[in-house]
């Protein structure tokens, strides 16, 4: 398990702060990558195009790293949403099928489709939150459901962001298979705290951002595009996106076609030369320590927590990500719960009727401590 991380940020101690799943504080090294950035916007005689290049390069391997890419197979993208409306260009969703859902996902990986599925002529099936929490289950059930159209696609968050449930992706990824169907996964809360292969899973589609749980800025996000797919037409027409469109020669559109790889996905103005070292810089410490290090910390102390919350009547999913533990309240959660505890110093997020904790590196038993002690003062 991995040791706490709380020295590498800048959380005062009576802070508790459970609430990566919105925004991840940054560590030390991220916020000095950050001010290297500005230094050198603020004196712009320093960039260089090599150096641009080298972030690109950087940023890119730091992402396929988490998952197990090929860096030549990931575009720099903005969000979660922006990768999405790449993979509604380019991914053949047929008129007449299909295509799943999660009930209540968030809506980056939902609403792409349903804006699509009129002019498309395919219909948007939502899979039910499970009673039981088990969303492999329900979802598995959906794939198969007798009588039902032909299965285009499975548009899911790999882990639930409001509930979160765990998504066994293998066992979707060979269902959807059997079924034909492609798969894009919302890994938002999953790279980089979660093991994820792509070389094994083979999605169509994998996006996630660097806000959360890989500790950077915001504005940076990654769009894993699986070979096969890499002849579709961008969501921008960036010269970057082209063989040879250079300002610095002519002819200036020398040569139109596209380039190789999942580069001519990247979005435009990638050049965000303060977000992508900043974003390299966290995703690099996610890998060195590892995932199984990391979850295996964050599990613990979530244990810590239902164990500490047992006969307060609160409601915890069986199949749910060790890293995100979102609490059910069966009479409705108590106003203004939320609001009490950051008046506390304890800082977690509502999210649909739960309270979703989060923890990261940082905490450990002194911030599991205060929680309980906080939430059994107020509830
Ligand atoms: C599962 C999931 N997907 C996506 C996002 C963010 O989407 P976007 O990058 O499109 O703003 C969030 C933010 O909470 C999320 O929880």
Redesign the pocket.
């Given at each position: 398990m991995l040791p706490c991380q709380r020295a590498e940020f800048d959380i005062p101690r009576d802070v508790t702060y459970l609430n990566a799943a919105s925004w991840s504080p940054l560590p030390r090294a991220v916020q000095e990558a950050g001010a290297r950035g500005i230094a050198l916007k603020a004196r712009p005689w320093g960039i260089t195009a090599e150096h641009m290049a080298g972030q690109f390069t950087r940023a890119r391997a730091a992402a396929a790293r988490l998952i197990n890419a090929e860096p030549a197979d990931v575009a720099l993208i903005p969000?979660?949403?922006y990768g999405v409306a790449v993979a509604g260009r380019i991914l053949p969703v047929a008129a007449g099928s299909r295509v799943l859902v999660l009930g209540d996902d968030?809506s980056?990986?939902v609403l792409e489709w349903l804006q699509r599925a009129p002019e498309g002529g395919y219909s948007v099936e939502t899979v039910a939150r499970p009673a039981d929490g088990d969303w492999t289950a329900a979802i598995l059930a959906a794939i198969g459901r007798p009588g039902a159209a032909a299965l285009s696609l499975v548009s899911i968050?790999s882990v639930h962001?409001a509930d979160g449930g765990l998504v066994d992706l293998a066992a979707v990824d060979a269902a959807r298979r059997q079924a034909g169907a492609m798969l894009l996964v919302?890994a938002?809360?999953h790279a980089g705290v979660l093991p994820l292969d792509v070389a094994a899973l083979d999605p169509d589609i994998l996006i996630f951002?660097t806000y959360k749980w890989v500790l950077g800025p915001y504005g940076r996000?990654f769009l894993y595009v699986a070979p096969r797919w890499q002849g579709g037409v961008p969501l921008e027409q960036t010269g970057a996106g082209r063989r040879r469109v250079s300002s610095e020669a002519t002819p200036y559109l020398a040569d139109l076609d596209f380039t190789d790889g999942a580069k001519r996905f990247d979005m435009g103005e990638r050049d965000h030369l303060i977000g992508l070292e900043m974003a390299a810089v966290g995703m690099e410490m996610m890998a060195d320590w590892g995932c199984e290090a990391i979850a295996a910390r964050l599990g613990w102390l979530n244990d810590m927590l239902v164990d500490g919350l047992a006969g307060s009547g609160v409601e915890v999913p069986d199949k749910r990500a060790p890293h995100v533990l979102s609490l059910g309240f069966p009479g409705g959660m108590p106003a203004g719960l939320v609001e009490a505890l950051a008046a506390e110093g304890v800082h977690v997020a509502p999210r649909l009727g739960r309270l979703r904790i989060s923890p990261h590196v940082y905490n450990d038993e002194a911030d599991v401590a205060a929680f309980l002690r906080v939430f059994r003062g107020l509830v």
């Open positions: 969000s979660i949403s968030h980056s990986p968050s962001w919302d938002t809360h951002p996000a």
